[in-house]
């Protein structure tokens, strides 16, 4: 296995402009994650919603989902499926 040069680790952890790129880095990394996991969870809660659509909690989450990753239209038609006395949270 190669190893990293000493030189280049020294010059790493003194740059502070390293510093700033690799905290960059981290948030785009951490970001990307959030929007993958968003992703998935809003594939499986719509399975869920498919197989339950009347479930409020369900629509809840699914609009709260679809308003998380952008999707306003969906949102709104969803909410809209509830009825006025459903209680359902919305992860806004």
Not at 37 to 42: A, I
Request: a positive charge.
């Amino acid at each position: 296995m190669k190893r990293f040069p000493e030189s280049r680790m020294r010059e790493i952890r003194t740059s502070g402009s390293m510093r700033g790129e690799l905290a960059a880095l981290t948030v785009s990394s951490a970001l990307l994650l959030y929007r993958i996991l968003c992703v998935q969870s809003f594939a499986v809660t719509a399975h869920l919603y498919a197989f339950a659509p009347m479930i409020s909690s369900v629509i809840g989450l699914l609009a709260g989902l679809a308003k998380r990753l952008g999707d306003t239209r969906r949102t709104e038609e969803l909410l809209q499926t509830l009825q006025p006395s459903g209680a359902a949270f919305v992860l806004a």
